[in-house]
């Protein structure tokens, strides 16, 4: 059975940093293209972030570049998102998924599975 676990959510003021993590079970980690996404309230869900499986390749969303970093432990089965300056506009909750190739990482589509999400708020 494949589960993508993600935690680390919470509470933050603005200006704040949070870091998520996402462990995967039952899946080929070392091998799997990953990708973060997130749903604020009343909006679609959103690509944020994404990593291949050796780390080689990251891409961000505009709204994210220079304030938040994709990494992973493939040891570990481990993604995590390090999100900095964080925003009120960063609020949402925040999905891990596996599986679309760098070809589609934007395409939700293309990812296999997902996670539960973990609620991120910032305010003040």
């Known amino acids: 059975q494949v589960r993508l676990v993600e935690s680390g959510g919470g509470l933050v003021q603005p200006g704040g940093s949070l870091t998520l993590s996402c462990v995967v079970s039952?899946?080929?980690?070392?091998?799997?293209?990953m990708g973060w996404f997130r749903q604020a309230p009343g909006k679609e869900r959103e690509f944020v972030a994404y990593i291949t499986w050796n780390s080689g390749i990251t891409h961000y969303a505009d709204s994210v570049k220079g304030r938040f970093t994709i990494t992973r432990d493939n040891a570990a089965h481990t993604m995590t998102l390090r999100m900095n300056n964080l925003k009120p506009e960063d609020t949402a909750v925040y999905f891990c998924a596996a599986g679309a190739g760098p070809d589609y990482y934007q395409q939700q589509n293309k990812y296999t599975y997902w996670g539960q999400g973990t609620h991120v708020a910032v305010s003040s």
């Open positions: 039952g899946y080929p980690f070392d091998q799997a293209y």
